[in-house]
């Protein structure tokens, strides 16, 4: 990977990264090229401190990334540094004026930009945080202005430059700026570029969904065989339990953004559930976990067999085990799944998890918070499946129901949360972005329909994505994805059903569907190959409306128009 210029073409397949600062920028173009070490992404840094100039011109870029100074970006904060007096609201309208363009700049690219930090100076010191006088207070104004101002534009996103500085006795370096025009020290730069790659990886869908947990000196103290469920340290008045329930805290705020929890430990499964269900301090309980698996063997087996039950990819998970030989047992057996080094001290256990910033994401849904539930509910599903004798009594009493919905407003976060996450169940596994995939849909010839999917044990919300297109009669099916927990219901055929349907509405005669494999989606193959379409090559298939093709039995289809 290299750092260009911005003039230059992207090829195929490549997305280009560009940097754009008030400042010599390019010493975090060094520590991100070896951060991002795909070879898809290139990163180009625009021309020295033309920021505007540099937004405002088109160019082929996947991400901008915008990291500026306030007093250089903001000529009214440069007066207020130098302790003059100004109107707040002046500046806050300059504010104004470096957001709209970012907005402009956004229309089909992402945008993250670097919240301001304040420089070093003592401002108006013990009146620093006054109101209309102070410079934190005015800085604090401008970050919130900047962020109001962009937030309805979800591809565009404010990073915690702050954080990057901590830690660092002095971040700044004036001799650097004054040799260089460099601001801050090397260790700066690192931070704020693992803080961008994780960002990256979360609007490339990339993060981590799945933490799977130990028991035992994990989630609680002590062995729970040894002391049983009354005697591990778990909150009360004990330094070690209180950090043991800090960190089942902080597990939970992570669920409830979406990352969902399992347990693999070695224990017996009845005497674990009890400690869970029956020990008052316990913060997570049994409807937390998307599965588990709790007895005598292999971590390394039962984790494969756990996110085969929660249909995600090892790529997905995160494994933590305080016992070291476990660790590397599992790293050693399923590289995708990362396990981390893990301290042997519990009060290290929350600002651990904290440091692993592999789950962050670039939106969160409904269906994100409730996840949890609809796995409980998924367990429910397939009990009454092992205790009905055949797959179409299953089905039968399941009672699933698909619903159609324009692309609008209300859900275009989650379908592009879809587009950019789903990865087994996904025909042409294209990464849209929301601006683009308005644009795709905003045309006569081409239909986009989200799919969510409901059955008497409750919705499973948003879960996929249908979009067509038609030439001269000839339809396509463009895209065909679908989270993998609701496959193997007929659900699949009811989509290609509705994509035949939006297109005999478009005019057209027949249908192709073009099967792009990459090394994750080849179930979608197998969807195609056993769905009754027409094998018309290697990779491609179709229906002739002529010959028709029949709505699947067990599934009910809903239209909603607005």
Same mark, same amino acid.
């Given at each position: 990977?290299?750092?260009?210029?911005?003039?230059?073409?992207?090829?195929?397949?490549?997305?280009?990264?560009?940097?754009?600062?008030?400042?010599?920028?390019?010493?975090l173009?060094?520590?991100?090229?070896?951060?991002?070490?795909?070879?898809?992404?290139?990163?180009?840094?625009?021309?020295?401190?033309?920021?505007?100039?540099?937004?405002?011109?088109?160019?082929?870029?996947?991400?901008?990334?915008?990291?500026?100074?306030?007093?250089?970006?903001?000529?009214?904060?440069?007066?207020?540094?130098?302790?003059?007096?100004?109107?707040?609201?002046?500046?806050?309208?300059?504010?104004?004026?470096?957001?709209?363009?970012?907005?402009?700049?956004?229309?089909?690219?992402?945008? @993250?930009?670097?919240?301001?930090?304040?420089?070093?100076?003592?401002?108006?010191?013990?009146?620093?945080?006054?109101?209309?006088?102070?410079?934190?207070?005015?800085?604090?104004?401008?970050?919130?202005?900047?962020?109001?101002?962009?937030?309805?534009?979800?591809?565009?996103?404010?990073l915690?430059?702050?954080?990057?500085?901590?830690?660092?006795?002095?971040?700044?370096?004036?001799?650097?700026?004054? #040799?260089?025009?460099?601001?801050y020290?090397?260790?700066?730069?690192?931070?704020? #570029?693992?803080?961008?790659?994780?960002s990256?990886?979360?609007?490339?869908?990339?993060?981590?969904?799945?933490?799977?947990?130990?028991?035992?000196? +994990?989630?609680?103290?002590?062995?729970?065989?040894?002391?049983?469920?009354?005697?591990?340290?778990?909150?009360?008045?004990?330094?070690?339990?209180?950090?043991?329930?800090?960190?089942?805290?902080?597990?939970?705020?992570?669920?409830?953004?979406?990352?969902?929890?399992?347990?693999?430990?070695?224990?017996?499964?009845?005497?674990?559930?009890?400690?869970?269900?029956?020990?008052?301090?316990?913060?997570?309980k049994?409807?937390?976990?998307?599965?588990?698996?709790?007895?005598?063997?292999?971590?390394?087996?039962?984790?494969?067999?756990?996110?085969?039950?929660?249909?995600?990819? @090892?790529?997905?998970?995160?494994?933590?085990?305080?016992?070291? #030989?476990?660790?590397?047992?599992?790293?050693?057996?399923?590289?995708?799944?990362?396990?981390?080094?893990?301290?042997?001290?519990?009060?290290?256990?929350?600002? +651990?998890?904290?440091?692993?910033?592999?789950?962050?994401?670039?939106?969160?849904?409904?269906?994100?918070?409730?996840?949890?539930?609809?796995?409980?509910?998924?367990?429910?599903?397939?009990s009454?499946?092992?205790?009905?004798?055949?797959?179409?009594?299953?089905l039968?009493?399941?009672?699933?129901?698909?619903?159609?919905?324009?692309?609008?407003?209300?859900?275009?976060?989650?379908v592009?949360?879809?587009?950019?996450?789903?990865?087994?169940?996904?025909?042409?596994?294209?990464?849209?972005?929301?601006?683009?995939?308005?644009?795709?849909?905003?045309?006569?010839?081409?239909?986009?329909?989200a799919?969510?999917?409901?059955?008497?044990?409750?919705?499973?919300?948003?879960?996929?994505?249908?979009?067509?297109?038609?030439?001269?009669?000839?339809?396509?099916?463009?895209?065909?994805?679908?989270?993998?927990?609701?496959?193997?219901?007929?659900?699949?055929?009811?989509?290609?059903?509705?994509?035949?349907?939006?297109?005999?509405?478009?005019?057209?005669?027949?249908?192709?569907?073009?099967?792009?494999?990459?090394?994750?989606?080849?179930p979608?193959?197998?969807?195609?190959?056993?769905?009754?379409?027409?094998?018309?090559?290697?990779?491609?298939?179709?229906?002739?409306?002529?010959?028709?093709y029949?709505?699947?039995?067990?599934?009910?289809?809903?239209?909603?128009?607005?």
């Amino acid at each position: 990977m290299a750092t260009r210029s911005i003039k230059m073409k992207k090829s195929e397949d490549q997305k280009i990264i560009s940097i754009i600062s008030d400042f010599n920028i390019v010493p975090l173009s060094g520590h991100l090229k070896n951060k991002l070490k795909h070879p898809k992404f290139v990163i180009e840094t625009a021309p020295y401190g033309q920021v505007y100039q540099s937004l405002a011109r088109s160019s082929d870029s996947w991400l901008d990334i915008v990291w500026t100074l306030p007093e250089r970006i903001l000529p009214g904060f440069n007066k207020a540094l130098q302790c003059v007096q100004v109107k707040h609201e002046d500046i806050l309208t300059e504010v104004d004026d470096f957001a709209e363009s970012l907005i402009r700049a956004s229309t089909q690219k992402y945008i @993250f930009v670097a919240a301001w930090h304040l420089p070093v100076s003592k401002g108006y010191g013990i009146l620093d945080w006054q109101d209309g006088l102070g410079l934190s207070s005015l800085l604090t104004k401008c970050n919130l202005r900047l962020s109001a101002k962009i937030s309805a534009h979800n591809n565009i996103f404010m990073l915690p430059a702050h954080s990057w500085m901590e830690g660092i006795k002095q971040p700044i370096s004036k001799k650097l700026w004054y #040799a260089t025009k460099v601001p801050y020290v090397s260790d700066v730069f690192e931070a704020a #570029a693992e803080s961008i790659q994780q960002s990256v990886y979360a609007i490339n869908g990339k993060s981590r969904r799945l933490i799977i947990v130990d028991l035992d000196n +994990t989630l609680w103290g002590g062995v729970l065989g040894e002391t049983g469920w009354q005697g591990v340290r778990l909150g009360g008045h004990d330094h070690v339990g209180e950090a043991f329930k800090d960190f089942q805290l902080a597990l939970k705020a992570l669920s409830n953004r979406g990352v969902q929890l399992a347990i693999s430990s070695k224990n017996d499964e009845a005497v674990a559930m009890e400690a869970i269900e029956n020990h008052p301090e316990m913060v997570l309980k049994k409807e937390d976990f998307a599965g588990w698996r709790i007895n005598w063997n292999d971590k390394a087996a039962n984790i494969a067999e756990l996110v085969n039950e929660i249909n995600l990819g @090892f790529e997905s998970i995160v494994f933590i085990d305080d016992n070291p #030989a476990e660790r590397g047992r599992v790293s050693d057996a399923l590289h995708e799944v990362l396990v981390p080094e893990w301290p042997k001290d519990p009060a290290m256990y929350v600002e +651990t998890l904290h440091s692993l910033c592999c789950f962050d994401t670039s939106t969160i849904t409904n269906e994100d918070r409730v996840r949890t539930a609809m796995y409980v509910s998924e367990r429910n599903r397939q009990s009454i499946k092992q205790n009905v004798g055949s797959n179409d009594d299953w089905l039968r009493k399941l009672g699933t129901s698909v619903t159609a919905l324009p692309v609008n407003s209300n859900n275009i976060s989650r379908v592009t949360q879809i587009f950019n996450k789903t990865n087994q169940l996904n025909l042409s596994t294209r990464r849209l972005s929301e601006q683009e995939i308005i644009s795709w849909g905003d045309q006569e010839t081409r239909s986009m329909m989200a799919i969510s999917v409901s059955d008497q044990f409750g919705d499973m919300g948003l879960v996929g994505i249908v979009s067509v297109e038609v030439s001269d009669a000839k339809g396509r099916l463009i895209d065909f994805i679908l989270s993998c927990r609701v496959m193997g219901r007929r659900v699949e055929e009811m989509l290609i059903y509705l994509a035949v349907s939006e297109l005999k509405k478009l005019g057209a005669k027949t249908m192709e569907v073009v099967y792009k494999p990459t090394n994750r989606n080849r179930p979608t193959l197998r969807v195609l190959e056993e769905a009754k379409l027409e094998k018309t090559g290697a990779q491609k298939f179709g229906v002739n409306f002529e010959l028709g093709y029949g709505k699947p039995e067990f599934v009910e289809l809903n239209f909603v128009s607005e």
